[in-house]
């Protein structure tokens, strides 16, 4: 450290800058530069250190000295502070790619002619390819465009808008070899997409276009037909290609094509020894190409990792992953799957695909399998492109932390570096949801619609926090949307059964259970059914649905979904007080999965029945298969030792439980539990005025509880919140109040199976309530 390093109560200035560490800030000449204060910090440990190689951990520990963060984190401190520094960045703050950073800027003391010290020579520079995220690359996009529409060399001022796109055409293959076919296209398209200056023409609205002019969605994008379509969409540029034998060898051709004109802009060739080499040179033409149109040599440097390092080396691998990924963008999520495995039993080190394997799995209900490969991903992602690290970070927080708010944390950073992509918006729009932020929610859903209006999954977000704030109309139309594109998102038709159930459409609920006869979703639509049965307290039919659910999800290899379905029935048995089918039900669920919504929902089924050592060693044993998951510890964690403490006749110590449970009552995942058992609890205390709260949030949020994913079970606790609310007000002496409550109640479960013991315990009451308060005192 230089020997001013010591002196934290001083003025230094660099450049054109200034930085008084008295006052914590930064000023350009007369004018003060904003920062955050992270950003400051890592801006003052720099220039304390300049001409010093800083290590990302060492500087990572300077500036978060009592918590755990991410690369990710340090990275956008450094983005932040480079975009405030301006033209003057990359003078001032230099990458060292894979060991940290070095402030290069000579620093004075603020006194005249005071310079300071520098410290012990700078490393040298690693010129791995190993990118860095940073802002100020020049992108292919701009460089094609400024060609384009001014006929010379680009400007590298030249505005890109996120109306300006690339089409890249199939590549023609004249080898024989299938390999080839759609597995080029896709590896120049992952060369590309690394830029965050890149916009992609989507391939989903390349397939929508197809269909427009009557043509089949999945038929070959020829040169001259990506200039059609370019043409028709308001596609600036074309990314043309071809490959030919040649004895052994190989021949890649690629050009930019004007979409105006059909008039070759740049054209670039190169030759690979072999087969296995095909990838590789690829990735070398594409790097070159990017050159030859203007782009700088630093921005691809910083923005190209290896297409075979940032995908796979192999061919066969890349294929599988490509066909799976076709198959998985038009909503095919399970037919997805044994391709994705394909592509990871070629290539074991395959990170993206290990990535795609979390997100099917993860749609398709199977979280321990989710968890499982997003954790592999993670442990690969430093073989990855910037954008695919963002995508296996996101994956991770969610399937193996369970950790919403560094999900969000990672979505938010993926979103600024990358604002042209949808995936992070859409993503963010699940997250703020599983928090219960359903407006912001909705907002980040729409615009990954606006982003990719051919994207099946934005708009299945729409749908899903429309419904969460109670606006049905909203979320049909979004459905419909994508069904008038040919889309099918995903959960659709769960959310449109859903949708009908709650405006009370049993023809539009049968029409959906007839969609997914046959199909791998009809095992999770018993599960609705069962759902909705129990709901107007249809017990027995309720039980036999869940019983089919399971026996096919079990037929089709989906153990944890088949545990998921059983566990759900647990938890409302046990909410119903039918303890002992509730506790049969928790055993057999066990006994077919022990993964964590199956422990959890098991152990809070336990622990309201009052078996309170056996909801206790379920929670211990989620502790320790699952230590690192976030939100069971903050969110179900707490309220299984509410509802033990609730029925051994502690309600205090259940309310103090339940505090912290509460920032998330109203997302997905909680699903207004807390809410419930905070309820009982003021019940307990016979606080009725606090309870009537509690209860009423549940009435007031039908949406949240809605059968339309991976929770149906919540959807019983709206018959249970009129109970609560009647016994609230009678608490309170509101007769009136308490009678309509009932009511309420009794009007939904009119066709109920009259043994449920809370249907008989509120009968009893109500007739309570018939009799005169001197004659019940007496």
Request: with cysteine; charged share 25%; net charge neutral.
């Amino acid at each position: 450290m230089s020997e001013l390093a010591a002196k934290s109560h001083h003025t230094f200035s660099f450049k054109e800058f200034t930085v008084d560490l008295d006052r914590g800030c930064l000023s350009r000449g007369a004018q003060e530069v904003k920062l955050r204060p992270k950003v400051f910090e890592a801006l003052k440990y720099l220039v304390l250190n300049n001409n010093r190689l800083v290590a990302k951990d060492e500087l990572i520990q300077a500036l978060w000295t009592d918590s755990f963060v991410t690369d990710d984190s340090l990275v956008q401190c450094l983005v932040e502070l480079r975009r405030a520094l301006g033209d003057d960045a990359q003078a001032c703050v230099k990458t060292v790619p894979r060991r940290g950073y070095i402030f290069t800027a000579e620093v004075r003391d603020a006194r005249p002619s005071a310079t300071m010290p520098a410290a012990e020579p700078a490393a040298p520079v690693d010129r791995t390819r190993r990118t860095a995220i940073a802002l100020g690359a020049v992108a292919l996009a701009t460089v094609v465009v400024s060609y384009l529409t001014q006929g010379r060399p680009p400007d590298r001022t030249a505005a890109f808008t996120d109306k300006d796109s690339v089409l890249i055409a199939d590549f023609a293959n004249s080898t024989g070899d299938e390999v080839f076919d759609g597995t080029l296209r896709q590896a120049m398209a992952v060369q590309l997409e690394q830029s965050p200056y890149v916009n992609i023409f989507p391939e989903e609205r390349v397939r929508e276009a197809l269909r427009y002019m009557g043509r089949s969605p999945g038929e070959r994008v020829t040169r001259d037909l990506a200039r059609d379509i370019a043409q028709r969409q308001g596609v600036k540029a074309l990314l043309a290609g071809s490959i030919a034998s040649l004895g052994r060898h190989y021949v890649i051709n690629l050009e930019a094509v004007s979409a105006a004109t059909g008039e070759t802009i740049v054209r670039e060739q190169v030759e690979a020894e072999s087969r296995e080499k095909v990838l590789g040179r690829l990735g070398e033409a594409a790097a070159r190409f990017r050159e030859k149109l203007g782009e700088s040599l630093g921005s691809i440097e910083k923005f190209t990792a290896p297409i075979e390092q940032a995908t796979t080396p192999s061919l066969e691998a890349f294929k599988a992953y490509d066909l799976g990924r076709q198959r998985h963008f038009s909503g095919q999520y399970f037919e997805a799957i044994p391709l994705y495995r394909r592509a990871v039993e070629l290539d074991p080190n395959f990170a993206i695909a290990y990535a795609a394997l979390g997100i099917t799995y993860g749609t398709a209900q199977e979280y321990d399998l989710a968890a499982q490969f997003s954790q592999r991903a993670f442990e690969l992602r430093d073989r990855v492109s910037e954008r695919e690290r963002f995508y296996i970070s996101a994956r991770y927080y969610m399937d193996v932390l369970d950790d919403g708010d560094r999900a969000i944390e990672a979505l938010e950073l993926w979103k600024q570096m990358y604002p042209r992509d949808f995936v992070p918006r859409t993503n963010l729009g699940a997250r703020y949801g599983a928090i219960g932020q359903h407006e912001r929610a909705l907002e980040e859903a729409r615009e990954g619609v606006r982003l990719n209006p051919d994207a099946g999954v934005a708009y299945a977000s729409v749908a899903h926090s429309s419904i969460c704030l109670d606006r049905y109309q909203d979320a049909r139309a979004a459905i419909e949307q994508a069904a008038a594109r040919k889309l099918e998102p995903p959960y659709s038709r769960y959310m449109l059964y859903g949708i009908a159930f709650l405006e009370g459409d049993p023809g539009a609920m049968q029409e959906q259970v007839g969609r997914v006869a046959g199909s791998p979703s009809e095992a999770g639509m018993l599960a609705m059914q069962s759902v909705t049965a129990a709901y107007g307290g249809q017990v027995r039919r309720a039980r036999d649905l869940t019983s089919r659910g399971v026996d096919l999800a079990m037929q089709g290899g989906m153990k944890e979904s088949a545990g998921l379905y059983s566990a759900g029935d647990a938890l409302w048995e046990a909410a119903y007080g039918n303890c002992r089918n509730a506790k049969e039900t928790a055993a057999r669920t066990l006994a077919i999965t022990r993964g964590r919504r199956p422990l959890s929902w098991s152990a809070l089924a336990l622990a309201l029945c009052g078996e309170s050592s056996g909801a206790q060693r379920l929670a211990e044993e989620m502790v320790r298969r699952y230590p690192q998951d976030s939100f069971f510890k903050a969110s179900w964690l707490p309220m299984v030792h509410a509802a033990a403490a609730i029925r051994r006749d502690d309600p205090a110590r259940g309310v103090e439980l339940l505090q912290g449970a509460g920032r998330v009552e109203l997302g997905n995942n909680a699903a207004l539990w807390p809410a419930y058992l905070r309820g009982l609890a003021y019940l307990d205390q016979g606080a009725g005025d606090e309870a009537r709260v509690e209860f009423q949030k549940i009435l007031d949020h039908r949406g949240v509880l809605a059968p339309k994913d991976f929770n149906p079970a919540a959807m019983t606790l709206y018959p249970l919140a009129y109970l609560g609310r009647a016994r609230a007000a009678a608490r309170t002496g509101d007769v009136d109040e308490s009678r309509k409550a009932y009511d309420a109640l009794f009007a939904l479960w009119k066709d109920a199976d009259a043994d449920i013991p809370v249907l008989r315990a509120a009968r009893r009451e109500y007739r309570q309530l018939a009799i005169p308060r001197t004659a019940r005192l007496n």
